[in-house]
Nanobody
Framework: QELLVESGGGMVLPGGSLNLSCVAS????????MGWYRQYPGKEREMVAI???????KYGDSEAGRFTISRDIDRNTVYLRMNNLAPEDTAVYYC?????????????????WGQGTQVTVAS
């Protein structure tokens, strides 16, 4: 079981910024992708930002231009810089790591999750 530990959540005023960090228990370059998801009460988790093993970045529609995902492979850490935060960004944010294991011709995706960190944007 992979271990992902998030930090950096908290409460911030609208328009403020936060930096989330996710430290993995092993070399993050071995994952097919890592990213951040968020979950609102009673809703499914949604993708916020992903960075693939080759360094391709993907963002959710509402995050592009405000959020930036990055990684430090030497530190086994993925970051999420969130700017211009709004109340609708209030959610629990989860770090995710994906592994693809191919058996024969069949790839199987494995997802690993951190414990989540609360982000609250309120005045």
């Amino acid at each position: 079981q992979e271990l992902l530990v998030e930090s950096g959540g908290g409460m911030v005023l609208p328009g403020g910024s936060l930096n989330l960090s996710c430290v993995a228990s092993r070399n993050i370059g071995s994952f097919s992708a890592m990213g951040w998801y968020r979950q609102y009460p009673g809703k499914e988790r949604e993708m916020v930002a992903i960075i693939t093993g080759s360094g391709v970045l993907k963002y959710g529609d509402s995050e592009a231009g405000r959020f930036t995902i990055s990684r430090d492979i030497d530190r086994n850490t993925v970051y999420l810089r969130m700017n211009n935060l709004a109340p609708e960004d209030t959610a629990v944010y989860y770090c995710n790591a994906q592994s693809l294991v191919t058996t024969g011709l069949v790839p199987t995706r494995y997802d690993y999750w951190g414990q989540g960190t609360q982000v609250t944007v309120a005045s």
